[in-house]
């Protein structure tokens, strides 16, 4: 019995590559159908995201080995093996298990931390189970993950402070603003970097949106967009003192917003904050603004530190995830041995009982005046004593089990006593 | 000197202690101090606190404002019941990271007061003393949370300011979200105010307890410059709508002169409601319709 993971993911195929062997949920469940048609005995999950494309197989005495799954990926997806074999990686058991501990925990993630993928493995073991290509050791395996996964999360800060420009250039704004209805928020230059920072605070609830820009038709596009309005670029200095977020990105070469401007701004608005972000280089706003009081600027860089200095704190992290998941990694292996010897100790046990309800059907002719009540005592007997027989090596074994060596107590068993039954793989699933 | 009276209240000090010590440590290590201590000593002590304050009361068979130790034990059994329904109102994250510091600081030093030190210069149980004490006591400890709250914004908007994202930061919230507290505490605590000195002004009119010259009495000078600072304070906000830095410096510039009210005049000297007992001094004139004398040891 083995696990096995073969894939390939943004640190090891490009995105061409990637993009050739990804699946989408429909194409999922084709594939687990056909595979588990191919390999009967054997479990499966496909983990298909941008970044990555995973199968973990699961099968009796290697039955589906790593060129089985290449050969099953090259006519899936109806590609040359050669095409994608180089960047594909594989795991077998014990790493095979770190490395989907590592999948869902996140650290392995481009965004090191993300909370993303955690829901990804879900969906991709929810989808593996509907269609029925998981069995006791995948299941097992998926659950464990996803548990561990947010153990982590909650115990460690891997998944905490924002580790982009404008999910940073929101929180900010969230430490300004109990919440964004009813603010107006004043878009200056149309960049791309605007329009993710804005589509931000629309989804936290800003609706007052406001885009000025040199190019009237670009403005008028991106307010569309965001059921915004466009306004005359001249236009602008009216708008400084109703605004409550001013975002700015024009490719002027000098400044768009000046001290005194937003000065006079603030005094309309009698201390209520105005929050700027710019994100234009060479700058728009004069850096003078940031003085003002119940004013709050930010540049580009302001944001980038923050950003650098959280994907930092994430990867500190790295170290004290490893070490839980490689504990846990110890007790899923133990486990596994665990169900690896149940099927044999249900053979045992299955053996024993056989003997004894065949000698007791040996005797029952024998004793002819014996009642009913008379012979359930001398039945139950016998089960007692079966069952207490078998009740401490099933104890040692499992006991065993956990380091490893279960198997081989079991093995020697079944060899004492000749129980040459089909192999307890066999039964896993 | 402490007694075994002291001993609830020493206790109470103790959970706010605690209290303060967890929810700092909240922020520095989330993962050692846990929130939910902080929380649970402040009730805890406030409960004990409450039982306290109802022996004292009984004990005194009035309010418990006899002198300034029981005065000032009330008067922080408001703050903390204020504070405990505001927290369960408008759940501010860390509120009380800058309250429960400022509670224990001031339970120590009421602490200090001995019991027998100062006493009520005027008559107990009387409708006028309840009708103006209590409004006021409650409007100070909502004037004793706009001051925390002030805090808080002026630590967020100066990490804001200059770029200090560090833990404290992240725990904070937003400033819009502390102003909006802020001026809701103030104008809770402004008519309360306002009722209590108009009670007392009556008081003192009716019954002609400090002398013809009350006015000039320096906690009644004080009383009404704190009343002034707070209204002008609700007249920025409601009259000319301001917000920020200025409306948070006035609510810290109006607790101190709360402060200064409520403790200051002891020291200043005042005939309105407590005087030092000294060995110079064997008794002191109780104030009221009944022209009582209390004669102290």
Redesign the interface.
């Known amino acids: 019995m083995s696990i096995l993971v073969v894939g390939l993911n943004h640190k090891s195929a490009p995105v061409d590559v990637r993009e050739k062997l990804a699946f989408n949920n429909n194409s999922v469940s084709n594939a687990l159908s056909v595979f588990t048609q191919k390999y009967p005995s054997s479990e499966a999950v496909i983990l298909s995201t941008c970044n990555r494309v995973e199968i973990y197989a699961s099968s009796a005495s290697d039955a589906v080995k790593l060129e089985d799954i290449l050969s099953f990926l090259a006519e899936f997806h109806k590609i040359e093996k050669d095409a994608f074999s180089q960047y594909m990686y594989h795991y077998k058991d014990d790493r095979a298990v770190t490395h989907l501990f590592h999948v869902s925990s996140s650290i392995d993630s481009m965004v090191i931390g993300e909370s993303q993928i955690l829901s990804q493995v879900k969906e991709a073991y929810t989808l593996a189970s509907m269609e029925q290509s998981t069995g006791k050791i995948l299941n097992q395996l998926f659950q464990q993950a996803l548990n561990l996964s947010k153990t982590i999360h909650t115990n460690t800060s891997i998944g905490q402070g924002k580790v982009s420009i404008s999910s940073v250039a929101v929180e900010f704004a969230e430490k300004i603003f109990q919440d964004f209805t009813g603010k107006m928020v004043l878009v200056v230059g149309a960049g791309e970097m605007c329009e993710l920072l804005l589509k931000h605070l629309y989804e936290e609830g800003a609706r007052t949106i406001i885009v000025a820009n040199r190019t009237f038709e670009r403005a008028q596009a991106i307010a569309d967009a965001f059921q915004g309005q466009a306004i005359k670029y001249e236009l602008l200095g009216e708008y400084l003192s109703k605004a409550d977020i001013i975002i700015t990105s024009t490719s002027a070469p000098h400044y768009v917003i000046h001290t005194d401007q937003v000065k006079d701004a603030i005094k309309h608005r009698r201390g209520n904050p105005i929050f700027l972000i710019d994100i234009a280089v060479p700058r728009d706003i004069e850096p003078g603004v940031g003085n003002i009081d119940n004013v709050y600027l930010y540049n580009i860089d302001d944001l980038q530190t923050v950003v650098n200095q959280n994907i930092d704190d994430r990867t500190r992290e790295i170290e004290k995830c490893r070490a839980i998941i490689e504990k846990e990694v110890e007790h899923f292996m133990a486990r596994l041995e665990q169900i690896k010897i149940e099927p044999a100790i249900t053979l045992l046990r299955n053996s024993f009982h056989t003997i004894g309800k065949d000698e007791l059907n040996r005797l029952k002719p024998k004793l002819k005046n014996i009642n009913d009540e008379e012979w359930n005592q001398v039945v139950y007997t016998m089960e007692r004593t079966l069952n207490k027989l078998l009740h401490h090596p099933a104890k040692v074994a499992k006991q065993e089990a956990r380091n490893g060596g279960g198997y081989r107590y079991v093995e020697t068993i079944k060899k004492l006593f000749g129980i040459f039954h089909h192999h307890p793989d066999d039964s896993n699933k | 000197m402490f007694t075994l009276s002291h001993i609830p209240f020493i206790i109470s000090i103790a959970l706010y202690l605690v209290s303060s010590t967890w929810s700092i440590g909240h922020i520095i290590k989330s993962?050692i101090f846990n929130k939910k201590v902080a929380r649970w000593s402040t009730i805890m002590g406030f409960l004990i606190h409450s039982g306290y304050l109802a022996f004292l009361g009984i004990n005194s068979n009035s309010i418990p404002i006899t002198n300034v130790y029981e005065s000032f034990v009330s008067l922080l059994w408001c703050v903390l019941f204020v504070f405990i329904n505001i927290d369960y109102l408008y759940k501010l994250p860390s509120l009380d990271t800058f309250l429960m510091p400022l509670v224990s600081a001031l339970s120590i030093w009421a602490l200090t007061f001995d019991k027998r030190d100062m006493f009520i210069t005027v008559s107990l149980q009387k409708f006028w003393l309840i009708a103006h004490i209590i409004p006021i006591f409650i409007g100070y400890a909502a004037f004793t949370i706009s001051f925390s709250l002030s805090v808080m914004y002026l630590t967020?908007q100066r990490q804001?300011?200059h770029?200090l994202?560090g833990r404290l930061?992240?725990k904070?919230?937003?400033?819009?979200?502390i102003d909006?507290l802020i001026w809701k505490t103030i104008s809770f605590g402004f008519p309360l105010l306002t009722l209590g000195l108009v009670f007392g002004t009556f008081w003192v009119k009716t019954q002609n307890i400090l002398g013809e010259m009350w006015y000039l009495d320096s906690k009644v000078i004080l009383g009404l410059a704190t009343w002034l600072i707070y209204a002008a304070l609700l007249h920025m906000r409601l009259v000319?709508?301001?917000?920020?830095?200025?409306?948070a410096l006035l609510t810290i510039a109006g607790f101190c002169f709360v402060l200064f009210t409520f403790i200051g005049t002891f020291f200043i000297g005042s005939k309105h409601a407590f005087q030092k007992v000294s060995k110079n001094v064997t008794h002191i004139e109780i104030l009221g319709e009944s022209k009582l004398h209390y004669s102290h040891l």
């Open positions: 993962d967020q804001l300011k770029k994202f930061f992240s904070l919230p937003s400033l819009e979200g909006n000319a709508s301001f917000h920020g830095t200025k409306i």
